[in-house]
């Protein structure tokens, strides 16, 4: 058995109802000025995971950061929606880090 059938067995969920997707950056697919900016501190953690699971097609989520990726996981009730709603959440989190960052350079 794969490691996905064995989580999706062991969770409950089937393949035709949910799907586990991982989204992330690391060392080798970004440079580091944007893995900086995607960086989620572990004490956001909790936050960041709240805001996943309120998504519509999320039903459970993990982060990931350390200073070499950054690594959602998430498991969905469909895969290309789940998939867009967590890089439109990336996304956002990547504009309010720049423009605090940018409210502090003024």
């Given at each position: 058995m794969l490691i996905a059938e064995i989580l999706f067995f062991?969770?409950?969920y089937t393949k035709e109802?949910?799907?586990?997707i991982v989204i992330g950056l690391n060392v080798h697919t970004a440079p580091v000025d944007?893995?900086?900016k995607l960086a989620i501190q572990e004490a956001q953690w909790p936050q960041a995971i709240r805001e996943l699971c309120a998504l519509n097609h999320i039903e459970e989520a993990a982060v990931l950061s350390t200073c070499n990726?950054?690594?959602v996981y998430v498991v969905a009730l469909s895969q290309h929606r789940g998939v867009k709603e967590v890089t439109?959440?990336?996304s956002k989190v990547l504009v309010?880090?720049?423009l605090c960052f940018?409210?502090?350079l003024k």
């Amino acid at each position: 058995m794969l490691i996905a059938e064995i989580l999706f067995f062991l969770s409950g969920y089937t393949k035709e109802k949910s799907s586990i997707i991982v989204i992330g950056l690391n060392v080798h697919t970004a440079p580091v000025d944007v893995r900086e900016k995607l960086a989620i501190q572990e004490a956001q953690w909790p936050q960041a995971i709240r805001e996943l699971c309120a998504l519509n097609h999320i039903e459970e989520a993990a982060v990931l950061s350390t200073c070499n990726r950054i690594e959602v996981y998430v498991v969905a009730l469909s895969q290309h929606r789940g998939v867009k709603e967590v890089t439109e959440w990336m996304s956002k989190v990547l504009v309010c880090l720049f423009l605090c960052f940018f409210r502090i350079l003024k």
